[in-house]
């Protein structure tokens, strides 16, 4: 029989419950508990997963008491990415082997928490970053492996997620996401502010999603960064007093100028294929990008010749179904399988602890230099010991 990675998960809100069931068919993991701060979430969730995974899983209302009566391998944070750290870091010095969401990191801190305690335990730590194994990315990065690109010099990228309403609060009392859409919502007293709304006062922290995939076909490490946001308060939305956007301007150590700029509280129309995202790599010889909106395509254009339409897409044409169904365009499932393999086969981990706070750090940093007014900011390497 297949060894299997017992496999504890915490936080399963509308994101967390999605990826249950893509974990779930991998014929290499058994989810053996799931804990939530929700009341009852953690329990409904781990019932139907035992009807899924066919063996029994467990719910629990908390980290500690889940990891403290459940033998497991390894744990899937799905929690609220301001706090994932804390649990992360626990983990590891108990052994576990981990994975984390999207950002990795809120704080330098937490950059150099997540480094040190890799580097102390031994155990294996991937951010579950999936837009870098899109279709047309791993085509890029075969492009610029094979010299096609000739010299990068330039990559752009943009998350533009506009929704009406966002899960801008939580109940205090069950913890349950709260949706508001009035003036009283706001400012009843059972309410409390999300992670979300703490996090997009700022978007640009969302940064990660555009600069993984973008630095895995740059090859290098961004080193220095300028931002500049709008006011604190949606010009669409008086509510909410969040950034409509922030941009950020940054360079890379193997001298590629980068531009990526975050917004969810302003409307703006989806892209074909990639709905909220957008990118661009521009070379000495060849030019691609995604589509700008639903009326045109992606494109490559290369010196001496005309714009060509790409169907590159987000799926492998040539991976089995159970793959191009996974959420994300079918890209939930590779993170899944790089843990897996690199805790079976005692391998590195695709985005591993540096890639991770390599995609994080320049946000943090870009938020620093929004605050202090495009003020240029130096990221640290943390590769050096």
Known sequence: MEKKIRLGWL?????????????????????????????????EVAAWATAVCGTPVKGFQSYEEMVRSVPMDAIMITSD????????????????????????????????????????TGVKYQLAEQTRHWNFVRQWRNMAQSGEFGKIYYAEGEYLHYEPRWDLLREKDTHYSVKPSTAEEFSDPRYEMSWRYKAFQNPIYYMPHELSPLLSITGGRICKVSCFGTRLGSYDNPLIQCRDLQTALMYN?????????????????????????????????????????TLDSMKLYRAGGEWEAKNWGTE?????????EADHGGADFYPISNFVDAILND????????????TAAPAIMAVESSKAGGALMEIPDFRIK
């Open 253 to 293: 150590t193997d001298d590629v100028i980068f531009s990526l700029r975050a917004g969810f509280t302003s409307p703006y129309g989806p892209k074909s294929v990639l709905g909220a995202h957008w990118y661009q790599i521009k070379g000495s010889k060849a030019t691609v990008e995604t589509s700008r909106s």
């Open 347 to 358: 391998t590195e981990p695709d985005m591993n602890v540096y890639r991770a706070v390599e």
């Open 316 to 324: 492998d044409p040539d991976a089995p179904d159970y793959v191009r």
């Open 11 to 43: 936080g399963v809100g509308p994101r967390g419950q999605g990826l249950v069931g893509c974990y779930a068919h991998h014929p290499q993991i058994q989810i053996v508990a799931i804990a939530d701060y929700a009341r009852g979430r953690a329990e």
């Open 81 to 120: 990415p301001d706090c994932q750290v804390d649990y992360a870091v626990d983990a590891m010095h108990r052994g576990l082997h981990v994975m984390t969401e999207v950002p990795a990191a809120f704080s330098m801190k937490q950059c150099w928490d997540l480094v040190n305690t890799v580097r102390a």
